[in-house]
Protein backbone atom coordinates (compact mmCIF):
# COMPACT_ATOMS: atom_id res chain seq x y z
CA UNK A 1 0.00 0.00 0.00
CA UNK A 2 1.19 3.49 -1.03
CA UNK A 3 0.75 4.52 2.66
CA UNK A 4 2.82 2.61 4.08
CA UNK A 5 5.64 3.75 1.69
CA UNK A 6 5.24 7.17 2.23
CA UNK A 7 5.20 6.59 6.20
CA UNK A 8 8.63 4.98 5.58
CA UNK A 9 10.14 7.92 3.62
CA UNK A 10 8.89 10.54 6.41
CA UNK A 11 6.24 11.95 4.52
CA UNK A 12 4.67 14.41 6.71
CA UNK A 13 1.29 16.84 6.84
CA UNK A 14 3.21 19.86 4.50
CA UNK A 15 2.09 22.54 7.16
CA UNK A 16 2.16 21.17 10.31
CA UNK A 17 4.90 18.56 9.76
CA UNK A 18 2.81 15.94 11.85
CA UNK A 19 2.70 12.68 10.91
CA UNK A 20 0.10 11.27 8.72
CA UNK A 21 -3.31 10.01 10.36
CA UNK A 22 -3.47 6.17 10.95
CA UNK A 23 -7.17 6.63 9.34
CA UNK A 24 -5.95 8.20 6.11
CA UNK A 25 -8.67 7.60 3.59
CA UNK A 26 -7.46 9.31 0.68
CA UNK A 27 -4.63 12.15 -0.66
CA UNK A 28 -4.53 14.46 -3.52
CA UNK A 29 -1.93 15.93 -5.20
CA UNK A 30 -2.38 18.86 -7.29
CA UNK A 31 -0.84 19.44 -10.69
CA UNK A 32 1.30 23.04 -11.13
CA UNK A 33 1.97 24.76 -14.58
CA UNK A 34 4.44 22.85 -16.03
CA UNK A 35 2.18 20.48 -17.87
CA UNK A 36 -0.16 22.71 -19.64
CA UNK A 37 3.34 24.20 -20.77
CA UNK A 38 4.82 21.58 -22.02
CA UNK A 39 1.31 20.44 -23.73
CA UNK A 40 0.65 23.92 -25.09
CA UNK A 41 4.42 23.72 -26.70
CA UNK A 42 4.05 20.81 -28.06
CA UNK A 43 1.28 22.44 -29.92
CA UNK A 44 -2.44 21.64 -28.08
CA UNK A 45 -4.98 23.85 -28.62
CA UNK A 46 -6.70 22.95 -25.63
CA UNK A 47 -5.73 21.23 -22.55
CA UNK A 48 -7.60 18.80 -20.28
CA UNK A 49 -5.77 18.14 -16.70
CA UNK A 50 -6.69 16.38 -13.89
CA UNK A 51 -6.86 18.23 -10.61
CA UNK A 52 -4.70 21.30 -10.68
CA UNK A 53 -3.92 24.34 -8.79
CA UNK A 54 -6.08 26.86 -10.01
CA UNK A 55 -3.36 29.51 -10.52
CA UNK A 56 -1.42 26.94 -12.81
CA UNK A 57 -4.72 27.92 -15.37
CA UNK A 58 -2.78 30.88 -16.05
CA UNK A 59 0.70 29.97 -15.37
CA UNK A 60 0.64 27.53 -18.00
CA UNK A 61 0.01 29.74 -20.93
CA UNK A 62 2.01 32.49 -19.63
CA UNK A 63 5.23 30.23 -19.00
CA UNK A 64 4.35 29.05 -22.73
CA UNK A 65 3.73 32.29 -24.14
CA UNK A 66 6.53 34.05 -22.48
CA UNK A 67 8.85 31.70 -22.66
CA UNK A 68 9.38 31.73 -18.85
CA UNK A 69 10.82 28.33 -17.20
CA UNK A 70 11.30 26.65 -14.13
CA UNK A 71 14.33 28.81 -12.69
CA UNK A 72 12.28 32.10 -13.41
CA UNK A 73 10.97 32.15 -9.57
CA UNK A 74 9.99 35.80 -9.29
CA UNK A 75 8.05 35.75 -12.79
CA UNK A 76 6.64 32.19 -11.69
CA UNK A 77 5.21 33.95 -8.72
CA UNK A 78 3.39 37.39 -10.66
CA UNK A 79 1.81 34.19 -13.12
CA UNK A 80 0.80 32.57 -10.04
CA UNK A 81 -0.52 35.51 -8.45
CA UNK A 82 -2.46 36.37 -11.82
CA UNK A 83 -3.95 32.78 -11.65
CA UNK A 84 -5.19 33.60 -7.83
CA UNK A 85 -6.78 36.41 -8.51
CA UNK A 86 -8.79 35.51 -11.45
CA UNK A 87 -8.98 32.16 -9.88
CA UNK A 88 -12.28 32.90 -8.02
CA UNK A 89 -14.11 34.94 -10.76
CA UNK A 90 -15.94 37.18 -9.77
CA UNK A 91 -14.29 37.58 -5.96
CA UNK A 92 -11.51 40.00 -7.48
CA UNK A 93 -14.37 42.15 -9.18
CA UNK A 94 -16.28 42.82 -5.67
CA UNK A 95 -18.14 39.75 -5.58
CA UNK A 96 -16.88 39.03 -1.73
CA UNK A 97 -15.89 43.04 -1.04
CA UNK A 98 -16.14 44.22 2.40
CA UNK A 99 -18.09 47.24 1.19
CA UNK A 100 -20.24 45.49 -0.96
CA UNK A 101 -23.03 48.12 -0.69
CA UNK A 102 -20.06 50.18 -3.25
CA UNK A 103 -20.19 47.49 -5.93
CA UNK A 104 -22.45 48.54 -9.14
CA UNK A 105 -24.30 46.20 -11.14
CA UNK A 106 -24.53 43.23 -9.26
CA UNK A 107 -27.08 41.78 -11.84
CA UNK A 108 -24.31 41.94 -14.14
CA UNK A 109 -21.19 40.80 -12.28
CA UNK A 110 -17.86 41.21 -14.70
CA UNK A 111 -15.68 38.36 -14.52
CA UNK A 112 -11.85 39.20 -14.14
CA UNK A 113 -9.42 39.70 -16.87
CA UNK A 114 -5.67 40.14 -16.34
CA UNK A 115 -3.31 41.57 -19.03
CA UNK A 116 -0.24 40.66 -18.56
CA UNK A 117 2.99 41.51 -19.68
CA UNK A 118 6.03 39.32 -20.26
CA UNK A 119 8.18 41.08 -17.01
CA UNK A 120 5.46 39.83 -14.57
CA UNK A 121 3.86 42.74 -13.85
CA UNK A 122 0.11 42.57 -15.04
CA UNK A 123 -3.18 44.66 -14.80
CA UNK A 124 -6.13 43.34 -13.70
CA UNK A 125 -9.82 44.60 -15.42
CA UNK A 126 -12.97 43.34 -16.44
CA UNK A 127 -15.43 43.97 -19.62
CA UNK A 128 -16.53 47.10 -20.10
CA UNK A 129 -20.11 48.00 -19.58
CA UNK A 130 -20.46 45.36 -16.69
CA UNK A 131 -21.05 45.36 -12.89
CA UNK A 132 -18.57 44.87 -10.38
CA UNK A 133 -15.76 46.94 -9.46
CA UNK A 134 -11.77 46.96 -9.70
CA UNK A 135 -10.33 48.65 -7.00
CA UNK A 136 -6.69 48.27 -4.93
CA UNK A 137 -9.25 47.38 -2.45
CA UNK A 138 -11.34 44.59 -4.18
CA UNK A 139 -7.62 43.02 -5.41
CA UNK A 140 -6.60 43.67 -1.92
CA UNK A 141 -9.21 41.10 -0.46
CA UNK A 142 -8.63 38.49 -2.91
CA UNK A 143 -4.89 38.36 -2.73
CA UNK A 144 -5.61 37.54 0.99
CA UNK A 145 -8.10 35.01 -0.14
CA UNK A 146 -7.25 31.50 1.14
CA UNK A 147 -3.31 31.80 0.85
CA UNK A 148 -2.68 31.41 4.59
CA UNK A 149 0.81 32.66 4.66
CA UNK A 150 1.38 35.50 2.57
CA UNK A 151 5.31 35.34 2.89
CA UNK A 152 5.18 31.28 1.86
CA UNK A 153 2.43 30.82 -0.47
CA UNK A 154 3.29 26.97 -1.52
CA UNK A 155 2.10 26.04 -5.04
CA UNK A 156 3.39 22.98 -6.91
CA UNK A 157 5.74 25.77 -9.38
CA UNK A 158 6.67 28.00 -6.76
CA UNK A 159 6.96 29.02 -3.12
CA UNK A 160 5.35 32.65 -3.02
CA UNK A 161 6.02 35.59 -1.23
CA UNK A 162 3.13 38.24 -1.54
CA UNK A 163 4.29 40.41 1.76
CA UNK A 164 5.77 42.85 -0.72
CA UNK A 165 3.23 43.18 -3.65
CA UNK A 166 2.61 46.59 -4.60
CA UNK A 167 -1.12 47.86 -5.62
CA UNK A 168 -1.82 50.93 -7.60
CA UNK A 169 -4.94 52.20 -9.38
CA UNK A 170 -4.48 52.58 -13.30
CA UNK A 171 -7.93 53.41 -14.40
Keep these: MQKEELVREGITE ?9 NLHSMNA ?4 GPI ?8 DIVVTGRCVDS ?3 LGP ?8 SNDLNLLASGSLAGHLIECGAQVTGGIFTDWQEVPGWENMGF ?12 VTKPPGTGGLVTTATVAEQLVYEIGDAK ?7 VCDFSNVRLKQVG
Design 62 to 69: LMHSFKWN
Design 56 to 58: ALA
Design 152 to 158: RYQLPDV
Design 112 to 123: PIVDCREDGRFI
Design 30 to 33: YLGA
Design 37 to 44: ARALERGA
Design 14 to 22: MSEGTPLPS
